[in-house]
Structure formats: C-alpha cells, structure tokens
C-alpha cells in the first residue's frame, strides 16, 4: 500500500495522522527547496552504452520543462541547475522560459572532462595555454551566471595521475590554487564558488581533489565566497559521511550537496536507494549544525536515471529527501542530548531509531492534498499524460544526453 492510499484510508482519522508531524516540523519543511540537475532529464547510462528513450529533451527548454513538472507536484524542486557547455542556449530566453513554468534557473556547473586537451589536466595542466583555456571557460561560465541571475558556480575537476611517478602532485595543488584565485576574482559580491571532490576516478593513483580536506584547504585560502561542495557518492566504503558533514557546517565552509546513492562506486543512483539510514544520519547532521532551510546550504540532486523513467526518479528523489528530512526533524534532540550527557548508549540510540523507523509518509501524503499537491505525485503524473505528450511531441532532433 503507498502513501496515496493510506492517506485516503485514514482521512477519517484528520489531524490524528497529521499529528505524526506537528506544525513547527511541517512549516519548517514547507520551505525545503531542492534544486535539480538539467542533465538528469538527459540520457545516461554506463561506459559501457547510453540508452535512447522516448520524450527525452532535445534542448534545454525542454529539459526546464520537464524539471517544472517535479516541482508542480512535489512543491519541492523550484531551481534547476545548468551544466556548460551542455546547456548553451539564448539564456534570457532560457530564464524567461524557466520563470513562464514556474521554476528558476540555479546553479552553474562547469566542465574541463571531455576536451581532448584536457586529457593531463585543465586547472592543474603544466601547459599555461591550457590551464588558461580551461580558467577562460569558468570565466564563460560565470558570464552566463550574470545572465540568468544564479549564484554559484560547481567546479568538479577530472583531474590527477594514473601512474606513481606520472605527476607532481604538489606543483599541481599550486597550479589549482593559482587558477582557482583567476576565477575566484572574476565573481561579484553575490556569487560563489563551490569546489566538488571526489575520491576517485577517472585517475586512479591520485586525484587532485579527493577529499573534504583538500577542497576545504583550496577554497579556504581563495576566501569567504569559495566552500565545498559535498556529493554523497564521493566517498570511499565505509566513509562516515555525516561527520564530514558535521564539520563543514562547524567551519562554515559546506557551500552545497550533490545527493545521490551508490552501491558500489559513483553510481548516480536515486537518493536514498543504497542507505535510507545514511541518508537519516547526514539530514540530522543537516538540521543539527544549522544548514536545513540555510540559505548559505544549497541542496541539490546529482543523478543519472539510465534505465528508470528521468521525471519519475526525479520525483521519487526529491519526495526520498523530504521523508528522511521529516524523520531527522523528529529526532528528540532534550531526550537525546540527556541520553548522550549520561553516557546511556542504548537510550541515545533508540531516540534516533525511533525517528527513523517513523512512517511519516501517510502524514506527508495528506499534509501534501491539503496545499493542493497530489497525494501521490508518482501516481499523478502518470495519470496527467504529459508523458505521453512528450513522447509523441518530442520526435526528431538529437536527444540531450552526456555531451549534448
């Protein structure tokens, strides 16, 4: 049984399902914004093969589009990140279109992966030309920013060695640290940098930033408008993630997440799909330091859909992240504080276990119909045929995927 029917089985039952939830929780998540990424509308797929579907986006209209039909019936999703050079466009036309459906236009993603000169590096290249090359495409990047009124720029760098031997490692962190200062000159008052790591791949001996703390130390010394942006998919196994979230809000230095699941490596998958738990655990860590509803804290989704429908597994994503988001919200943080300053283990632990093990999704579902959303959204957009429409509209053209 989903939330939808629950939710209509125990319409009888009024404010005592709603009381799951109480009012200061549900007004706090009435404000949670979740921006998505224009690309996860694309096709995806592995290494191995990109697959083709019906109604996928030909362009970045399409794609804003498609993202709005998230945010009409979840509430939670009014921002959509641009990735450059994928999503080119007359951008005023582009921020017109977005603002005609309901949606802003967000983050600004930059990329140095896939040039042919990028192969031994971009910010980090021995060359000067080509460290300069790839410092002018930020400075692209922040052009358009300009133009669709967003305020961050992500830098994600594919940058390293495969080799022991192969690179200075340390003469690269001082080439990153000399572009980055280039770019981070160029941004107004209102915008920021944000810096991504990543454990690794595409190199495999070292990556220039593959860790918290090497992205903390690069964005620290360019100033207050450069933090780190946290991908939950980053992370060597066993990584205890909440704690690094924990202390980037302690430093005040956690600009942005790029939330996903991963089962084995970065997968991109659906957030919440490998470890509903984690995903607890890094939300009260969230709400804890102070970073839920944080303007500063930028939430966003960093996914591929390759065999799932794209605009489902973005609902079903962000609805993943309210659900944990109002489970951390009940966490009874006097009984749990009591519980830790008396070194009761087992108390301290089933405070949070209550939480999580709470179904708040039956109480969502109503809360949702009484601000005029679909109970389920799943199931409303289904039943709204806009699938299908896209599907015998979008019919020619080349279809939006990695690299388009």
Not at 48 to 76: C, H, M, W, Y
Not at 352 to 368: Q, S
Not at 379 to 402: N, P
Request: glycine fraction near 8%; include cysteine.
């Amino acid at each position: 049984m989903n939330a939808a029917d629950v939710g209509r089985g125990d319409r009888q039952k009024g404010s005592a399902l709603m009381g799951i939830l109480p009012q200061n929780i549900l007004d706090q998540l009435q404000e949670q914004a979740i921006e998505l990424p224009s690309w996860a509308f694309g096709n995806s797929g592995t290494r191995f093969k990109v697959f083709g579907t019906p109604g996928t986006p030909r362009d970045p209209f399409e794609k804003i589009s498609d993202a709005a039909q998230v945010n009409k019936l979840t509430g939670l999703a009014p921002i959509v990140a641009l990735h450059i050079p994928w999503d080119l466009s007359d951008f005023d036309a582009l921020r017109k279109h977005a603002e005609d459906e309901g949606v802003e236009l967000g983050t600004i993603n930059s990329n140095t992966f896939q040039d042919d000169e990028y192969k031994f590096g971009a910010l980090t290249h021995e060359d000067a030309r080509i460290r300069q090359k790839a410092i002018d495409h930020h400075l692209e990047c922040i052009d358009v920013m300009d133009k669709t009124g967003s305020r961050d720029l992500k830098i994600w760098l594919a940058e390293g060695s495969n080799y022991p031997g192969q690179a200075d490692m340390r003469g690269r962190q001082d080439r990153l640290q000399e572009s980055l200062q280039k770019i981070y000159a160029r941004l107004s008052d209102d915008q920021r940098l944000v810096l991504e790591y990543k454990f690794f791949e595409p190199s495999f001996y070292h990556t220039d930033v593959p860790d918290w703390g090497t992205s903390y130390a690069q964005v620290a010394a360019l100033g207050d408008k450069a933090l780190v942006c946290l991908d939950t998919g980053h992370h060597a196994p066993g990584t205890n993630i909440e704690f690094i979230v924990m202390q980037l809000l302690r430093l005040g230095k956690l600009g942005s997440f790029d939330f996903n699941s991963r089962f084995y490596a970065d997968d991109d998958l659906i957030v919440g799909a490998a470890d509903p738990f984690q995903l607890f655990r890094i939300l009260f860590e969230v709400v804890r330091g102070g970073g839920f509803n944080n303007p500063d804290v930028q939430f966003m989704l960093d996914q591929c859909h390759n065999v799932e429908n794209k605009i489902l597994g973005q609902i079903r994503s962000v609805l993943n992240v309210q659900e944990m988001t109002a489970r951390a919200l009940l966490v009874d943080t006097d009984a749990l504080r009591e519980a830790q300053v008396s070194g009761d283990v087992l108390a301290a632990n089933q405070v949070f276990m209550d939480a999580f093990y709470t179904d708040v999704r039956p109480a969502l579902a109503e809360w949702r119909e009484g601000r005029g959303l679909p109970a389920d959204p799943m199931r409303a957009y289904l039943d709204s045929g806009y699938q299908e429409k896209i599907e015998a509209d979008r019919v020619g053209g080349q279809q939006a995927g990695w690299g388009a």
